[in-house]
């Protein structure tokens, strides 16, 4: 089992940026990716960006991509997301995810949950 924790969220202007935090409470080889996703008010939950524990790897939505910025820190168990030039379009709830897949970003292939993070994003 691996419980997350986000923290970061909340409002901003747009062109503003925010940081999300999502702390895992191990670091386990039977879960090489963590992601980002997100879902807003009567919309499916949809991939923003993901990273394997190396580092090595990352992968973003189209949407966010030049935007957001992934990263990781394996000393405290960590994944942050940096979101820059924020866009009213991405205001929603903020989940971090972790997956027993290597480099995915199918919903379904994500196996643990955060509690998820309002992100809201004035025009």
């Known amino acids: 089992q691996v419980q997350l924790v986000e923290s970061g969220g909340g409002l901003v202007q747009a062109g503003g940026s925010l940081r999300l935090s999502c702390a895992a409470s191990?670091?386990?080889?039977?879960?090489?990716?963590m992601g980002w996703f997100r879902q807003a008010p009567g919309k499916e939950r949809e991939f923003v960006a993901a990273i394997t524990w190396s580092g090595r790897s990352t992968y973003y939505a189209d949407s966010v991509k030049g935007r957001f910025t992934i990263s990781i820190n394996n000393a405290e168990n960590t994944v942050s997301l940096q979101m820059n030039s924020l866009k009213p379009e991405d205001t929603a709830v903020y989940y971090c995810?972790?997956?027993?897949?290597?480099?995915?970003?199918?919903?379904?292939?994500?196996?643990?949950w955060g509690q998820g993070t309002q992100v809201t994003v004035s025009a």
């Open positions: 995810a972790a997956s027993t897949f290597t480099g995915t970003k199918r919903f379904s292939e994500y196996n643990y």
């Open positions: 191990r670091r386990t080889f039977s879960v090489p990716t």
